[in-house]
């Protein structure tokens, strides 16, 4: 004699919808998504010299390398995300958030390493 398999449970909606915003965060956080992938070889090198800059705490040099972003951004040679990227880390570099700066340099030169 054989016995009834038994069935799955049906989930709910509200089950339905916490397991996919389950799934679409953790996508989010695994490597390669979202976060700063796909940024250029412009991007990437300012960032290798931001993070440089930031290690050091040069505030000339960061002077430097905002205006030159700044220029590459009005020329269309740096794209505006990415630029904007690039500008909070100055930003944090001008309020004195050398070690934030420093991660999120960190950040886009890991994410463009690993593409």
Same mark, same amino acid.
């Given at each position: 004699m054989t016995r009834p398999r038994p069935q799955p449970a049906a989930c709910t909606k509200r089950q339905s919808s916490f397991l996919l915003a389950t799934v679409l965060v953790g996508s989010m956080l695994l490597p390669g998504c979202g976060g700063y992938s796909g940024a250029s070889y412009r991007t990437y090198e300012y960032? #290798?010299?931001?993070?440089?800059?930031? #290690?050091?705490?040069h505030t000339a040099k960061l002077d430097e390398v905002a205006v030159k972003i700044a220029a590459d951004t009005a020329s269309g040679e740096l794209p505006e995300g990415e630029a904007k990227w690039l500008e909070a880390i100055v930003d944090d570099a001008r309020r004195g958030d050398w070690k934030r700066g420093m991660k999120t340099a960190r950040e886009i030169v890991r994410q463009q390493a690993t593409r």
């Open positions: 960032a #290798n010299a931001l993070y440089t800059i930031c #290690n050091r705490q």
